[in-house]
Structure formats: structure tokens, C-alpha cells
């Protein structure tokens, strides 16, 4: 493939190893003749180590043996947490220090995540990009706070902890953005 042809998510591989794309940005010629340039931010899919590339738009990348397989997770144990494929009932194993982020906002019964797999082995996960979990501990709102911007702490029932505003009690469901960690508002 081209690297003009790229966009993020995309998994390519660059000297003989596997990158998923996480941004881009394009760089125009500023004289003639001169030829755009492509400049990549991309992660390796086993090291998890970032890098950054440039190349022109008429390189050529090679894609990786790489698909994205729907999941929905089985159990955990110490070492490992274990998924299960719907389509057709392999399990994954992935170590749980590789996805601890992914997993603070991973709730039984959450559908919509995907397992990376290379080789016939889950490398990673792709959440979805927000999901609704519900406040387990945070201090209770005083009366009149609603009309300020000002945000408080809670725990959610995955143990992640986010700021979310004020007015907010405990045992009430939000969305959250699996991104970036922010609270984006009521479910």
C-alpha cells in the first residue's frame, strides 16, 4: 500500500515488524517539484514502543498479517486475563501488565471489544471509544454546586478513578471516554 493511502488504525509493517498507526500529519512541498511528505506517529504491536516515520507519499509499505477479531472477556487471574472469540469460540490470552489501561474500564457483559491478533496470538485490545460504568465512591454534593464548572474525584466500579462534576452522586452511571479517561456525562 502507499503511504498516502495510510489513516489511523491502520497496521502496516516497517522493517520487517508490526506498527499500528495512532496520527499522521502532511507536510506540502514549499517549491516546486518538491514531494509531500507523510510523517507518521505509530506504535510497535508487540514492544508497544512508539516511533515516528517520514516518508513520501509514493513509498510503498507492506501490510501486516493482522486482524481485529470481536471479543468479550471470560476471566482474570493474576498473569493473565482471558477472552473468548464469539464467531468461532477461540480464547485469547494476554498478559495483564500489557492491557492494565484497556482494563480499567473493561466491565463483564461489555460488548464491542476487539483483540488485535498477529500471528494467531492477541497482541492487544481496541476498546470501544466510550462506555458507561457506574460511580461507586465519590463525596456527596453540596447544594448549589451545579451552577459551578468545579469537579470532584470518583471511583468507578472498574477501580479507575476520573473527575467528574459536583452534582454527581454515588451509584450513578456515566459515560467515560476510554481515550483520553474524561468523564463525557450522564448515561
Known amino acids: ?26 507536510q506540502s512541498p514549499s517549491a516546486r517539484g518538491g514531494a509531500t511528505i507523510y510523517k507518521f506517529r505509530a506504535r510497535h504491536i508487540v514492544t508497544k514502543q512508539k516511533t515516528d516515520l517520514s516518508c513520501k507519499g509514493t513509498e510503498q509499505l507492506e501490510e501486516a498479517d493482522f486482524e481485529r477479531r470481536e471479543v468479550t472477556l471470560m476471566y482474570s487471574d ?22 492494565a489501561n484497556e482494563m480499567q474500564y473493561v466491565t463483564e457483559g461489555l460488548t ?23 460511580i461507586t465512591q465519590t463525596d456527596p454534593g453540596v447544594k448549589g454546586n451545579s451552577a459551578t464548572g468545579r469537579t470532584k474525584p470518583a471511583t468507578l466500579e472498574t477501580g479507575a478513578q476520573v473527575q467528574v462534576p459536583e ?21
Not at 13 to 24: F, G, R
Open 112 to 134: 464491542g471489544i476487539l483483540a488485535l491478533i498477529y500471528n494467531d496470538e492477541c497482541v492487544g485490545l481496541q476498546l470501544p471509544s466510550t462506555v458507561e460504568l457506574t
Open 78 to 99: 493474576a498473569d493473565s486475563v482471558h477472552f473468548l472469540d464469539g464467531e468461532d469460540y477461540n480464547q485469547y490470552s494476554i498478559s495483564a501488565a500489557d492491557v
Open 1 to 26: 500500500m502507499l503511504a498516502k493511502d495510510l489513516k489511523p488504525g491502520t497496521v502496516f509493517k516497517y522493517n520487517d515488524a508490526p506498527y499500528l498507526l495512532e496520527s499522521m500529519t502532511v
Open 167 to 187: 452534582y454527581l452522586k454515588q451509584d450513578e452511571r456515566i459515560k467515560v471516554d476510554t481515550r483520553t479517561g474524561e468523564f463525557l456525562g450522564r448515561a
